[in-house]
């Protein structure tokens, strides 16, 4: 499969998700818009911490881009609270909770389906700020994704970034569920290069999205090559809900923030 066949299996593996309601697919209530529109509002670019306050710039007036961060939820938020938001998503399903919630509720945004590593439709220098939560994950090559970023910010401008640890990828799948932590694939990891096992043929038969582990050279290393600046890092995993094994040991989500000199 090349980058072309990722994508388009990505894009049909997200829409199915919208139709079957997966969580980061389900549209935010009017309640939450209301309050957003009087700066009362909270997001995530991982599973459960809510982005800090301070790391936010003022979002009156200000040219957002929202990246890969379509399903009805951050994007209508961040539109509420103020700011001039462009919203760019893989998938027309995702794409399409948005619309949702921007029709009920009268938000103005604009709505780009394409691919996050060639944001070639979009200027140089056109937005103060970028919301992209976790979902490079879904994309084979991430470096495109941090020199696409560095070019279509102005300077001065902010990135918010949520990726996975690429630790949750080392570890065999099946039995991992189980809280067997058997320690079966090497770093950088990709869906592409286990096609022929059993269970990840399934999975790709099942619909569900295919997944690489970049390293955290790439992630992080990689948003300093492309010129940013870290100004903020957390850590975070998912809720005990979840009944995640890895989260029962370690953090396997990163945040962090970026400015473009």
Known sequence: MNDADVRKHNQVSWDKQVAESNRWTVPVDGETIQRARTGDFSIVLTPTKPVPKDWFPPLTGTPTLCLASAGGQQAPILAAAGARVTLLDNSPGQLGQDRLVADREGLKMEFMEGDMADLSIIGDDTFDFIFHPCSNVFVPKILPVWRECYRVLRSGGTLLTGFVNPLRFIFEDERKENGNLNVC?????????????????????????????????DQIGGQLKAGFLLSGFYEDRYHAADEDPLSNFLDTFIATRAIKP
């Open 185 to 217: 694939y090497k770093l950088p990891y990709s869906d592409l290069n286990h096609l022929q096992e059993t269970h990840i043929k399934k999975s790709i038969e099942d619909g569900f999205a295919l997944e690489f582990g970049h390293t955290l050279n």
